[in-house]
T-cell receptor, first 110, second 112 residues
């Protein structure tokens, strides 16, 4: 089975930087995803990490350490529209089955 | 490209009834996965279909079944509905070997 932990809620200021952590335990790691989900909407893909290190994509970056079972999503230059839930998800084994964490609800304040 | 489309968007059913939800994958995608998302929770994997067969299944009872058609569209069927089945049901499509899955807007099922 899998166990994924991430903080339930976070608050950050517009223009600032925020880091959302995710720890996981899995028997057959095959990639970690980050998704953004606005209230009442579908999750949208942000990033995928399968090797250790940092992946940067515009204002968003995602880091993975497989030996530590740890990832973080870094959001820079926060905007009000970044207020959403951020879901960490791990793929265990083959195919596309992923297990999601409960999500971190980020509130960006002026 | 219409992306992943799901129907209906909202549905209200009575306990004990049966429901069918539908999903059309993004153009060119051959793999469809279904998820259940309760309020305030992350999506929970129900099952995945590829080449018209159920390839993987999560921890859901047999009341949850599905189907994939030759055009890759898919249905999720839930029998003997329980109040606890009330949730947002999400469909995600992808290419078999691709890492990125695209989600539909979901079907909000309410069981009363």
């Amino acid at each position: 089975g899998q166990n994924i932990d991430q903080p339930t809620e976070m608050t950050a200021t517009e223009g600032a930087i925020v880091q959302i952590n995710c720890t996981y335990q899995t028997s057959g790691f095959n990639g970690l995803f980050w998704y953004q989900q606005h209230a009442g909407e579908a999750p949208t893909f942000l990033s995928y990490n399968v090797l250790d290190g940092l992946e940067e994509k515009g204002r968003f970056s995602s880091f993975l350490s497989r030996s530590k079972g740890y990832s973080y999503l870094l959001l820079k230059e926060l905007q009000m529209k970044d207020s959403a839930s951020y879901l960490c998800a791990v793929r265990d084994g083959g195919y596309q089955k992923v297990t999601f964490g409960t999500g971190t609800k980020l509130q960006v304040i002026p | 490209d219409a992306g992943v489309t799901q129907s209906p968007t909202h549905l209200i059913k009575t306990r004990g009834q049966q429901v069918t939800l539908r999903c059309s994958p993004k153009s060119g995608h051959d793999t469809v996965s279904w998820y259940q998302q309760a309020l305030g929770q992350g999506p929970q994997f129900i099952f995945q279909y590829y080449e018209e067969e159920e390839r993987q299944r999560g921890n859901f009872p047999d009341r949850f079944s599905g189907h994939q058609f030759p055009n890759y569209s898919s249905e999720l069927n839930v029998n003997a509905l329980l109040l606890g089945d009330s949730a947002l049901y999400l469909c995600a499509s992808s290419l078999e070997d691709d890492t990125e899955a695209f989600f539909g807007q979901g079907t909000r099922l309410t069981v009363v």
